[in-house]
């Protein structure tokens, strides 16, 4: 369908002085139905005008929802990507409703997948119970199924629908028309899997594994790093424009002490370059000496005060420790292919000074016990200024917001941190609110918390001796486990050094992020390698190996890419064979399944979407021959509907693993 937007633009200029004006004849009438002392329904002058009244608040309704779609900037429809089979459904139906009842004002429209009965149909339209609740409030008496069956009568037919039916009390069962299917799912091979249209193209920064620089980066940064990636996938997949920060703790107390030990033990560290080899034991060095050492504490305070006025010197020596974290973190982004920008809490210090002076003028900054806080909406303040007059993570991330909403200019922050920091981001959003930075009319900001990582005991991930596991021993471990695993398979036996390598690090780093993905992050969850590199059930393992199976397929008949593009335009996929059209079906939900994501940013979904590919998969190939071949091996016939199909598949599952940050391997 083609929407012709400059007609479209002059309705929805034209709406909002009909707006005004329907909102007059609205006071009017309710002040009219005010006048009329009898309430009663018996007063056919009185039905009369709550009937006009209803069916303008209707209207109103509609010329509102106008404006919005305008405001949002709605972008004609893009033929080269796919669909949301629930858009197209929900648009439809919401459509039919409000033909067949426009006297109810935003009616229910509740659009589900079926169950796994192929009986009710693939899609459900569950609106009939609470629309007849709605009129039973009202004082009128109708059955479900007659709801349900006047809503039919006004559904537009639509290409993507092939049939409707009322079921039980009232459900309308709906079933997708395999013509859509094939036609929808041919797209894929004329312009690769392309994603879904969004109706506003946003400026998303996400903020993710953020550590702290001189400490270690641990499981929790971990998790944020893996979850905070495989967002900007998804977000930069749908054509977001998206800026990755890496919000490093770069600017604490704690540089006072560092750059007071370093002074010590370095004293030409500016004109030679100390070698820091173990940064963690330079750290608790320091910190000894500051806990136990006056005149150390004394110093390291005033080398912060130094540090935070930009003393050229200082600055340097704080350069130096920052490299040093810098290059460790970095080997672990390179290893699991994780790009982001470094912007940490000191790129703030300058916009701190000046937002905090903003707040005390405007008056939101109050005094409490030589603390200068501020208040939100809830019941805990942030401290804005220490009684020492030192800014706070609260004071930064006050600064950071500032930075993002109005310099960046980003519509969107999502800030990827566990779940213990929730409190924080919810004090932030609404001080932030409150002092007029963020408008959640135009902002949208999402704090993306995760549960705690715990070892198979069940207690928080840590080494045998207690300490915190260093992120660089557990890849390796990863590393080593799964050559283990390959070997186990005798893969070493098929595959080339370089395959072998190749395969063991991408089963390796998969598997790790793919156990953190896959389970709900905002649950604790066990990590186990044995469990991750399980080669049954969902699991990374079985994914790849699944994948290369699919692959291997149109290989072994000896179809490249390029071939199976040719073939595309002569031959259509087939759904005929019901597991090809359940497993067609699947492919279809793609959409739907990514757009499911961008509201609650929760990638398990995807988890349990790629898994459920590959299982109706095995399915369909357990039952349908793509290649028959006689008693000597030789291909006697090629389906080479099914062959698009299998392709198909392995395109969406790429797409998916990509997100996921799985890397497949042609052989396995
Ligand atoms: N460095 C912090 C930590 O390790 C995370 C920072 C998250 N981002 C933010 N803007 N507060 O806990």
């Known amino acids: 369908m083609e929407i012709d937007l400059s007609k479209f633009n002059k309705d929805a200029d034209n709406a909002q002085e009909q707006i005004n004006i329907l ?10 139905i005010k006048n009329k002392s009898v309430r009663s329904t018996d007063d056919p002058d009185l039905n009369k005008v709550i009937t006009e009244n209803i069916k303008l608040k209707h209207r109103l309704t509609i010329l509102n929802r106008a404006i919005t779609a305008q405001s949002m900037n709605v972008q004609p429809r893009d033929e080269t990507r796919m669909q949301s089979i629930t858009d197209i459904i929900t648009d439809t139906f919401s459509s039919a409703i409000a033909a067949a009842f426009p006297d109810i004002t935003d009616p229910p429209v509740v659009i589900a997948l079926s169950g796994s009965n192929p009986k009710f149909g693939d899609y459900q339209c569950n609106s009939a119970m609470p629309l007849a609740n709605i009129y039973k409030q009202l004082g009128k008496r109708i059955a479900p199924r007659d709801i349900g069956q006047k809503i039919i009568e006004n559904v537009q037919p639509h290409e993507l629908i092939e049939k409707l039916e009322v079921a039980g009390p009232g459900f309308i069962n709906i079933f997708i028309s395999k013509n859509y299917g094939t036609k929808s799912l041919a797209t894929i091979f004329e312009y690769g899997v392309r994603p879904p249209s969004i109706s506003k193209r946003h400026r998303v920064l996400v903020d993710f594994s953020s550590p702290n620089i001189a400490k270690e980066m ?10 905070g990636e495989s967002i900007c996938r998804l977000l930069e997949y749908l054509g977001h424009n998206v800026i990755r920060i890496n919000h490093v703790g770069d600017w604490g107390t704690q540089f006072g002490m560092l750059i007071a030990h370093l002074k010590d033990k370095f004293p030409n560290y500016s004109v030679e370059s100390p070698t820091i080899s173990d940064l963690q034991a330079f750290y608790k060095e320091s910190k000894n000496r500051f806990d136990e050492d006056e005149e150390f504490k004394k110093r390291a305070y005033a080398s912060v005060v130094k540090l935070q006025s930009f003393d050229p010197e200082h600055k340097k020596a704080w350069e130096l420790i920052c490299d040093v974290s810098r290059k460790e973190f970095q ?3 390179d290893r699991l292919d994780v790009r982001l920008t470094e912007r940490g809490e000191s790129f703030y210090q300058t916009r701190m000074e000046s937002i905090v002076k903003e707040l005390d003028a405007a008056g939101f900054l109050e005094l409490d016990d030589g603390r200068k806080v501020m208040w939100g909406d809830g019941t805990i303040p942030m401290t804005i200024v220490k009684s020492d007059g030192g800014f706070t993570y609260d004071t930064s991330d006050i600064a950071a917001i500032k930075h993002r909403l109005y310099e960046e200019k980003a519509d969107w922050l999502i800030y990827v941190t566990d779940a213990g920091q929730a409190t924080h981001f919810q004090i932030l959003f609404g001080c932030a609110k409150r002092i007029g930075l963020l408008d959640e009319r135009i902002h949208r900001v999402d704090h993306v918390g995760f549960g705690v990582v715990l070892g198979e005991d069940k207690k928080k991930f840590k080494t045998r001796s207690g300490d915190t596991i260093r992120l660089l021993d557990l890849l390796d471990e990863g590393l080593k486990r799964a050559l283990e695993k390959l070997k ?6 098929v595959l080339t050094p370089e395959e072998l390598k190749e395969a063991q690090e991408s089963v390796a780093y998969g598997c790790i992020k793919y156990a953190d993905l896959s389970h709900n992050r905002n649950h604790e969850y066990v990590f186990s390698f044995d469990k991750m590199l399980d080669d049954k059930g969902n699991t990374a393992v079985y994914l790849l190996y699944a994948f290369t199976r699919i ?10 890419a390029e071939k199976i593009k040719e073939l595309s335009k002569t031959h259509q996929i087939s759904l005929e064979h019901e597991k090809e059209w359940k497993l067609g079906k699947v492919l279809l939900r793609f959409p739907d399944v990514l757009l499911k994501i961008t509201r609650d940013l929760c990638l398990h979904h995807l988890c349990e979407y790629v898994y459920e590919v590959a299982t109706t998969f095995s399915e369909f190939y357990d039952n349908c021959y793509c290649i028959e071949k006689d008693s000597s091996g030789d291909i006697v016939r090629v389906n080479y509907g099914r062959i698009l199909l299998t392709e198909a598949t392995a395109l969406v599952l790429e797409q998916g693993f990509y997100i996921l940050g799985l890397k497949p391997v042609s052989k396995m």
């Open 551 to 560: 692959k291997s397929i149109a290989r072994n008949a000896n179809f490249t």
């Open 331 to 333: 080997k672990i982004y």
């Open 488 to 493: 186990e398979k005798e893969r070493d036996k």
């Open 23 to 32: 909102k007059e004849r609205l006071s009017e009438l309710k002040q009219h």
């Open 218 to 227: 641990h499981v929790g940064h971990l998790r944020s790093t893996i979850i």
